[in-house]
C-alpha cells in the first residue's frame, strides 16, 4: 500500500483583520514505522467488517514517542529537551531572555513539566530565529544538484541579517537629527544596522526527530511549520494547512532514514457573529465620523457658477522664450474676450514679465520667465443663435527687448488662444515682427532702437475692424523671429455638466445589459425628466416674492390638518 | 467639498552653473483651499553629483487639499540654493509654477532665474558668490510687480507629480 504524501510545501498567506494572538494550530507529527502501518491496515480492516459481529480487536497503538499532538498559540514558547537542560544552570544564561527563560524552565520543573514533549517552539525573540535560515543553509538540501556548493557571499549575509523585529521601527520618530551619519561603523554596528525592514515577526515550530531516548540533541532538530506576521493583518504560513489532504513528510538525515509525517490544522475559534456584527458597526461610526470631521474642517458647499453659464478658468505659466535676435527680454500680454464672455471686475487682463538675460541651451538662446498667472472668465450662452460659433477669449502677447543702454526694441509679435478642451496643454507660439524696408529703419534699429509697432494688436489674429469675408495681408511686411512656450491647466466648471456626468454614469449601465431601448433605459429617461421638471420647479419658486410662498404654504397645512 | 492629493517627488535639477545644489520648496494656495495632511514646504539635502550635471534630491511632495472653491489653485515655488566647498550658501534661482489640475501622471520641468545686480555687483559675484535676493519672495505671486525685476535664466528643476482629484466632477467641473 502506497504511502501518499502532499508534496506542495509551499508558502501560503492569509489576511485576516482580527488580533494574531488569537491564531492557534494544531500540529501532529507521527514516525511512519511498520507497526503503524499494520495497525493502520488492521484498522481498516475492522472497519470494514463491523457488521458480522466479531471481536474487536485492540489495536496496536504505535503511541507514546513516536507520535504527538499540540495546539500552539501564536509566539508561545514551548521549549525543546536541548533547552530545557540548557536553561537550567544559570551559568548559560546572559541575557534578560535567558534569564527568564531560567526561571521559566525551573517553574516548569516544579509543576507538572511541560505539555509537549517532541514539538517546541522558536519565538521571535530567540536568538535562534535570526540564525536559523543560516543553519539550514548547511544542512538543508542545495538549490542546486551539484554536492559541493557553499554558499555565496550574498547567500551568508542575507542568512545573518536580522529581522527587525515590528514595534522598532523607527518611522517618523526619534532620528537624530545632528549625527544622521556614522563616518567609521564599526564591524558590529554594520552589522546590526543592517536590518531588513519588512517588520515581520516570525516564529518557528520545530520537532526533534530523534529516535526514542536520545531526544535533547541539536542535530535532530528540524523545521516544521514557519508562521510569520506582519502588523497589518498578513499570516504567511509555510508549509500550508493540510485542510484534510494527505500530510506532510519530513525525512530525516543522518544514519537512519526514517518518515514522519505532518499534519498543520487551523483550530482557531471562529467569531460569533454578534461580535462581527458589533466590529462592522464600530467600523462604520469610525468612517462617518471621520467623514463628518474633513467635513467640518472646509465645509459642505463648493462655489458653482450660476444657472447656464460656464466657468472657464485657466491657471498658467510664461515658461520661456528662444530665439530672439537681442537680449534682456521681457513680455507683455493681454487677454481679450469675444462677445458673451465676461469676467469680474477685479480680474487683470494684462500682465508683464520680468526682463530676462538669456542662456545659451544648445543652439538657441533662452530667456526663462517662469511667470505664473490666473486668469477666469465667464461665458454666457444665448438662446439659439445659431450664427455664432462659440469663440474663445486670446491672449495676445508681444516680445520685447530693453538693454542696459535703454535701447528697446520690439522683438515678435503673437497670440494665443485659448483650448477649448479642460486639462494640460503646452503651447509653443512663434512670433513675427513687422519690417520696413530700406536700411534706414534697420539701422535706426541697430544703433538706437525703435522699431515699428503695431497699432491694433489683434492685427496679430484677426483685426478689430475686420468685417467681411476674406482677410488679406497683402503688402505687410514681417520677419520671424524666435518662439514663446505656455503651460496651461484649464478647467471647466458649469451646472450642465453635473447633469452630464451623472447621465453618463447611468447609461453606462444601461449599455451594458442591452443597449439601445430596454425597460431600464425608460426608467432613466422617466427619471431625468422628474429631476428637470423639480429643478424647474425649485428656480420657478425661487424667483416668486416671498409673501406668495408663505401662504401657499399656509394652504397646504391648513389642508392637512 | 472636494479633495484634491498631490502624490509624487522633486527628481532634481540641472543647467545650473555649479551642481552642488539643495532646494526649498512651498505650495502656495488660495483662501479656500485648506490642508489636510502632509508638509507643504521643505527643504532638500545638499546632492553632489559624482558625473553629470543634474543633481538628484528625489524629495517627497505628498498633499491632501481640500478645497470650496477653484480660485488661488495650488502654486509650487522653489529657491535653488548652491553649497560650496566651504559651507557657503548663494541662491542660485527661483521657480514658479502651477500644481496641474487634470488627474492623472504629470512630469513637469519648472525654469529657474535669478535676479542680477548692477555691473559691479555682477564682477563681485563671479568672484565671491552671493547675489540680490528677493526681500520676500511671496511677492511674485501678485504679479504686478515683476516688471521691475532684471534677471538672468538659470537651470531647470525636475519634478513627477502624480494628482488625484475628488468630488470635483460632482460639482460640475471638467478637468
Known amino acids: 500500500m502506497a504511502d501518499s504524501w502532499n508534496t506542495d510545501t509551499g508558502e501560503a498567506v492569509y489576511r485576516s483583520r482580527d488580533a494574531v494572538k488569537n ?49 500552539v498559540g501564536w509566539q508561545e514558547k514551548l521549549f525543546s529537551q536541548y533547552e530545557m537542560e540548557l536553561f537550567q544552570s544559570e551559568a548559560a544564561c546572559q541575557t534578560p531572555l535567558d534569564r527568564q527563560y531560567h526561571t521559566e524552565v525551573k517553574a516548569l520543573n516544579k509543576s507538572k513539566g511541560r505539555r509537549n514533549h517532541r514539538i517546541f517552539t522558536y519565538t521571535d525573540h530567540d536568538r535562534y530565529t535570526s540564525c536559523l535560515p543560516f543553519h539550514q543553509l548547511q544542512h538543508s538540501t542545495d538549490l542546486l544538484t551539484s554536492t559541493k556548493s557553499s554558499p555565496t557571499f550574498l547567500a551568508e549575509r542575507m542568512a545573518s541579517v536580522r529581522h527587525r523585529r515590528q514595534d522598532r521601527r523607527t518611522m517618523d520618530c526619534s532620528i537624530p537629527k545632528s549625527k544622521i551619519v556614522n563616518w567609521e561603523p564599526t564591524e558590529e554596528f554594520v552589522k546590526g544596522s543592517h536590518v531588513v525592514n519588512n ?94 470631521y474633513l467635513n467640518s474642517l472646509v465645509g459642505q458647499d463648493f462655489e458653482m457658477p450660476p444657472a447656464g453659464i460656464l466657468r472657464y478658468l485657466m491657471n498658467g505659466e510664461i515658461v ?136 491694433d494688436h489683434s492685427y496679430v489674429r484677426i483685426p478689430g475692424t475686420f468685417k467681411g469675408e476674406r482677410l488679406s495681408r497683402f503688402g505687410f511686411c514681417t520677419e520671424t523671429t524666435g518662439s514663446v512656450t505656455f503651460n496651461l491647466h484649464c478647467l471647466q466648471q458649469a451646472r450642465a455638466f453635473v447633469d452630464a456626468t451623472m447621465l453618463k454614469k447611468r447609461r453606462q449601465k444601461v449599455f451594458d445589459q442591452l443597449g439601445g431601448f430596454s425597460q431600464q433605459g425608460a426608467v432613466c429617461t422617466i427619471l431625468e425628466a422628474f429631476q428637470r421638471a423639480r429643478r424647474k420647479m425649485h428656480e420657478a419658486r425661487e424667483s416668486l416674492p416671498r409673501d406668495l410662498v408663505n401662504t401657499t404654504s399656509q394652504l397646504q397645512i391648513e389642508s392637512s390638518a | ?153 538659470m537651470g531647470t528643476v525636475e519634478l513627477e507629480l502624480g494628482i488625484i482629484m475628488r468630488h470635483f466632477d460632482k460639482y460640475g467641473v471638467e478637468s
Open chain 1, 199 to 292: 517588520a515581520m515577526q516570525t516564529m518557528h515550530i520545530m520537532g526533534d526527530l530523534a529516535p526514542p531516548g536520545r531526544l535533547g540533541q541539536k542535530d535532530n532538530e528540524y523545521l516544521l511549520v514557519t508562521i510569520k506576521t506582519d502588523g497589518s493583518g498578513t499570516v504567511i504560513i509555510k508549509p500550508d494547512f493540510n485542510k484534510g489532504k494527505e500530510p506532510y513528510r519530513i525525512v530525516t538525515a543522518g544514519e537512519k532514514r526514517e518518515v514522519w509525517r505532518l499534519t498543520v490544522e487551523n483550530v482557531c475559534t471562529a467569531m460569533q457573529p454578534e461580535e462581527q456584527e458589533r466590529e462592522q458597526n464600530m467600523y462604520k461610526d469610525l468612517y462617518v465620523r471621520h467623514k463628518e
Open chain 2, 1 to 153: 467639498m472636494a479633495e484634491l492629493h498631490i502624490i509624487g517627488q522633486i527628481i532634481g535639477a540641472g543647467g545650473f552653473p555649479q551642481n552642488s545644489l539643495f532646494c526649498k520648496w512651498g505650495v502656495h494656495t488660495g483662501g479656500a483651499w485648506r490642508l489636510l495632511s502632509g508638509l507643504k514646504e521643505g527643504q532638500t539635502q545638499v546632492d553632489i553629483p559624482q558625473t553629470g550635471d543634474m543633481a538628484y534630491w528625489s524629495h517627497p511632495i505628498d498633499l491632501h487639499y481640500a478645497t470650496k472653491g477653484l480660485q488661488g489653485w495650488p502654486k509650487l515655488h522653489f529657491q535653488v540654493w548652491h553649497q560650496d566647498s566651504f559651507g557657503r550658501c548663494q541662491l542660485y534661482g527661483y521657480g514658479y509654477c502651477h500644481v496641474p489640475s487634470s488627474p492623472g501622471h504629470h512630469r513637469i520641468s519648472c525654469v529657474t532665474w535669478r535676479p542680477l545686480g548692477s555691473w559691479q555687483e555682477q564682477l563681485a559675484q563671479m568672484f565671491v558668490g552671493g547675489g540680490p535676493q528677493l526681500r520676500s519672495p511671496d511677492l511674485i505671486y501678485s504679479g504686478a510687480d515683476r516688471y521691475r525685476l532684471h534677471t538672468e535664466a
Open chain 1, 320 to 455: 520661456s522664450a528662444k530665439g530672439f535676435e537681442y537680449d534682456n527680454l521681457y513680455i507683455h500680454f493681454f487677454m481679450e474676450l469675444p462677445n458673451n464672455w465676461s469676467s469680474l471686475p477685479f480680474q487683470s487682463l494684462s500682465g508683464v514679465t520680468q526682463t530676462c538675460r538669456a542662456k545659451t541651451l544648445g543652439k538657441e538662446n533662452v530667456a526663462f520667465f517662469s511667470y505664473p498667472f490666473s486668469f477666469e472668465a465667464f461665458y454666457m450662452s444665448e438662446k439659439e443663435s445659431e450664427e455664432s460659433v462659440l469663440q474663445w477669449p486670446v491672449i495676445y502677447f508681444k516680445v520685447l527687448s530693453l538693454d542696459s543702454w535703454q535701447r528697446y526694441r520690439t522683438e515678435g509679435y503673437g497670440y494665443l488662444l485659448f483650448p477649448a478642451t479642460p486639462g494640460k496643454h503646452t503651447i509653443t507660439c512663434h512670433t513675427w515682427r513687422p519690417l520696413q524696408t530700406g536700411t534706414g529703419s534697420a539701422l535706426r534699429r541697430f544703433f538706437i532702437g525703435g522699431s515699428p509697432e503695431l497699432e
Open chain 1, 23 to 71: 491564531l492557534r494550530i494544531r500540529v501532529r507529527i507521527e514516525k511512519v514505522t511498520s507497526t503503524a502501518v499494520l495497525s493502520q491496515h488492521l484498522q481498516q480492516q475492522v472497519l470494514s467488517q463491523q457488521d458480522r459481529g466479531d471481536i474487536e480487536l485492540e489495536t496496536l497503538t504505535s503511541g507514546g514517542d513516536n507520535e504527538e499532538e499540540l495546539v
